[in-house]
């Protein structure tokens, strides 16, 4: 049997991911999580979570005399319900408030553990204790960050360090079975609180950067579901009587009162570090590499007697943007020392890389062994290693003696069964979805698409990757582009990656995720690309859900996963004024250019996608700076933050028609400090050099399957060149230009590394919605428009230089001739002051 949605939760497209909300605006960060989760989550059986999930009951111990047990001492009443919780939540007159009216759960948890420990009594010291408390009383605290909400209830670990017996005030750190919970079963009650576990989900695993994945649950008057969260998964149980079903509810207590630490998500390879009895804001971390280099077998057992060991402890978090939200890489950066044996810290500071990669992709420290290996001279060689970070030590982490995998080791080898999904926001007064047999066939919904593809589509939104966890040490402790307050600096940087990725490109690889955050500058001014994790070989042909990139800089194409600058309309004649078209060996004998969307290739990421994400990167930190200029009186800081929020703030279609259409960028410069004009003229001529060359290799379809790593190698040497000319003209003639941050005009914390901070992938053509009919604008840019051709790009680009040459002398002259009217305005005021001043005298004296 497979259960769908309801017709409204199956759009994938309204699962748009969002930046995490950072602050202490709870309401706001529930329905962030909620939509970063998506729309729906696979709805598992009991006892497959009870299997594959939960920890393992202790050994020997019968659960069925458990139970047993505590109907002897009836703690079970013979009416079949808790003795404790005698009637359903939704009949309890004593209170209002939710958790009190379960309060009784902490007494049936109490009871359990007895039961346990009079069948079994060589049980091990219980390592997870449960309350229930209202949340009229104070919220959880965080060791590492302000909190301003609270599970309804949680079970606590009583090995953590901050955990204190009978405190008032609990650790997030400490939490780990969180629970939220409903006297009565209704609409409202049930988003509730499943917005309120994800938070939870999202809180702990984004305050402690030791957990691996998150158990909890929620309960609507008597139904009970048990909820997981891992950096892959969304997992809840279908749900059962806890008042009846003892069996199950006994089963979940002592699964998690028993358990070991990395059974309930800690990893026991990061240990909180101490100084003597005083815990530090530190950890100390265990890498398991293996000296020969990372294992090419990525999913299989790992030979644990190979491996050699090194402990880091941390110095200082450089980022932990990235594991903002649950379901994500969870990456997090710190500057660490190599700790000794003997617990001396070593003098040398390196940088350590915590991060979840998808299971099958190559390892950081493997892709650049790789790319080195297909550099074809030894000059490549050389950039590469000038330019690409050096890697130390790197492995997967292990864990019991597995790879900390989400698949074989978190969910134990086993699949996700995909029977039924539940959504995250119900809209369905009967709070269920509708179930089809697998042998009826589909019929279709509204429009061309079927309840199969429908759902295809939904599965591959909200079934992520396995990943497994990895980490890498750095030599290299670098700062970002964004750090650079210098217009020469800026640009210096930006030369010395292109030329890195052009060499990258020339070995045949791709990098597919350039961003700010992975533009890295060392002690001298030396540029490194870092995060190659999502570097790919063009051949390799294998693909994955999660789309690489980060939003912010992502390619048109590559944000859409379509080719985007294909013809697909009738042309206008071309201009011949213009510019000179490129002669044709095979010319059209009409004025028709179209190519079918049925006709194409699939869409592949090509080397020009890196170079327009470091173009969007410049693009970023112009608009996000201001020129600091001495004695300045020219204010265009309020129409820049616009700008700048229409670009990386808006819809991904505005986005995608300031790069493809050329007046809208034009028009946006405008809006810059009259001394950032330049800077933007080179960026508009770089976005007219990447249009062209696209407009170029997506003519045809027969250019399209030629595209290899090779389309972006003449635009990267444009490029270099460009950059280096516009950082060598500050010199003492023209100073450098001091830039500083600039606000968005909205105030939004938005940073570009968050996953989905700025491009809503899947957004509707039609911002206006559908129907919308009236001709805006932007089309007739498009129509009045035409597409040229060059012999080559290297003439395009000395015709567009030369241009500038000339607008350039012609804005000098027309700045000289205003002076000159001005000196002329002056003298003939003043010459008209003093004749008036001399009449004046003169009639005094008379």
């Not at 997967?396 to 080898?413: E, F, K, P, W």
């Not at 129409?639 to 028609?657: V, W």
Request: hydrophobic share 35%; aromatic share 8%; proline share 5%.
């Amino acid at each position: 049997m497979l259960t769908l949605l309801p017709p409204t939760m199956c759009n994938p497209a309204q699962a748009v991911s969002t930046p995490i909300i950072c602050s202490n605006r709870v309401a706001e960060g529930h329905e962030v999580i909620v939509q970063d989760v998506g729309p729906a989550v696979p709805q598992v059986p009991v006892q497959w979570f009870k299997d594959y999930l939960l920890p393992h009951l202790p050994v020997n111990l019968d659960l069925h005399a458990v139970v047993d047990h505590l109907k002897q001492h009836h703690a079970i009443t013979g009416f079949g319900t808790w003795k404790k919780s005698s009637t359903a939540p939704v009949d309890s007159a004593r209170t209002n408030d939710d958790a009190d009216v379960f309060a009784s759960l902490e007494t049936i948890a109490f009871e359990i553990r007895k039961a346990a420990q009079a069948v079994l009594p060589t049980l091990e010291e219980q390592t997870v204790v449960f309350q229930y408390k209202s949340n009229c009383f104070s919220s959880s605290s965080s060791l590492r960050r302000n909190s301003a909400s609270r599970p309804d209830g949680y079970g606590l670990y009583t090995k953590h360090p901050a955990y204190k017996k009978n405190a008032e005030r609990v650790f997030w750190e400490c939490i780990v079975a969180p629970c939220e919970i409903k006297k009565t079963r209704n609409i409202d009650g049930v988003n509730d609180n499943i917005a309120k576990i994800l938070w939870s989900f999202h809180h702990i695993m984004r305050e402690d950067a030791s957990r691996r994945f998150v158990i909890g649950y929620t309960i609507e008057n008597t139904d009970m579901r048990l909820w997981f969260g891992s950096r892959t998964d969304a997992l809840v149980s279908d749900p059962f009587d806890f008042t009846r079903d003892h069996e199950a509810l006994a089963h979940f207590f002592l699964a998690l009162m028993f358990a070991k630490a990395h059974e309930l998500g800690y990893d026991p390879t990061m240990q909180p570090a101490r100084d003597g009895k005083r815990w530090l804001n530190q950890w100390d971390i265990t890498l398991h590499y293996f000296p020969e280099g990372d294992d090419d077998d990525l999913s299989g057992p790992i030979d644990v007697s190979k491996l050699q060991t090194v402990v880091l402890r941390t110095q200082k978090l450089e980022s932990n943007i990235g594991a903002e939200a649950m379901r994500s890489r969870g990456t997090r950066v710190w500057q660490a020392r190599i700790l000794g044996p003997n617990g001396q810290l070593s003098d040398r500071i390196v940088v350590l890389k915590d991060y979840w990669v998808d299971h099958d992709r190559l390892r950081e420290a493997t892709i650049r062994q790789r790319i080195l290996d297909d550099a074809k001279t030894e000059d490549q060689r050389d950039v590469l290693r000038r330019h690409l970070l050096t890697p130390l030590y790197s492995g997967d982490v292990v864990i019991a003696g597995q790879r900390d995998n989400t698949h074989s080791l978190l969910r134990r080898g086993a699949k996700v069964p995909i029977g039924t999904l539940y959504p995250i926001v119900h809209e369905e007064v009967a709070l269920t979805a509708t179930a089809i047999p697998e042998d009826e066939p589909f019929a279709p919904q509204q429009g061309t698409d079927t309840i199969a593809s429908q759902t295809e589509r939904l599965l591959k939104l909200i079934m992520l990757n396995d990943k497994s966890h990895h980490r890498i040490v750095f030599a290299e402790v670098a700062v970002t582009i964004e750090d650079m307050q210098s217009a020469k600096r800026v640009f210096n940087i930006a030369e010395q990656t292109t030329t890195a990725l052009n060499v990258i490109h020339q070995c045949g690889w791709v990098h597919r995720d350039i961003s700010s955050g992975n533009i890295l500058v060392v002690p001298g001014d030396i540029a490194k690309v870092g995060d190659l994790e999502y570097a790919k070989k063009m051949s390799d042909k294998t693909s994955h859900s999660e789309r690489s990139g980060t939003a912010f800089f992502m390619s048109i194409e590559a944000g859409m996963n379509d080719y985007q600058f294909v013809p697909r309309r009738t042309k206008p004649p071309v201009k011949q004024d213009r510019r000179r078209p490129k002669p044709s060996s095979t010319p059209n004998t009409d004025n028709t250019h179209s190519v079918g969307a049925d006709t194409l290739s699939p869409f592949r990421y090509n080397p020009l996608h890196d170079l327009e994400s470091l173009w969007w990167v410049l693009v970023y930190l112009l608009l996000r700076r201001k020129a600091v200029i001495e004695g300045d009186t020219v204010g265009r800081c309020k129409e820049q933050a616009e700008f700048y929020d229409q670009l990386f703030t808006g819809t991904a279609i505005y986005r995608q028609r300031a790069f493809q259409i050329e007046s809208i960028f034009q028009q946006g410069k405008t809006k810059l400090h009259p001394r950032l004009t330049p800077i933007a003229d080179t960026l508009e001529w770089a976005r007219d050099l990447l249009v062209i060359q696209y407009e170029e290799i997506e003519a045809r379809k027969e250019t399209i399957v030629k595209i290899d790593h090779t389309v972006g190698d003449e635009i990267a040497k444009l490029l270099i060149k460009e950059f280096k000319t516009v950082a060598g003209e500050f010199t003492n003639v023209n100073p450098d230009i001091e830039l500083s941050r600039l606000r968005p005009v909205r105030g939004k914390k938005i940073t570009p590394e968050q996953p989905g901070a700025a491009v809503a992938i899947g957004t509707s053509l039609d911002s206006r919605g559908e129907g919308s009919s009236k001709k805006r604008p932007f089309e007739q840019d498009v129509a009045d428009s035409t597409t040229v051709h060059y012999q080559d790009l290297q003439e395009y680009a000395e015709e567009i230089q030369s241009k500038r040459a000339k607008l350039e002398e012609k804005e000098i002259q027309e700045r000289q001739q205003r002076e000159r009217n001005n000196l002329e305005v002056q003298s003939e005021e003043h010459a008209s002051q003093s004749n008036v001043k001399g009449k004046g005298k003169g009639k005094e004296i008379l």
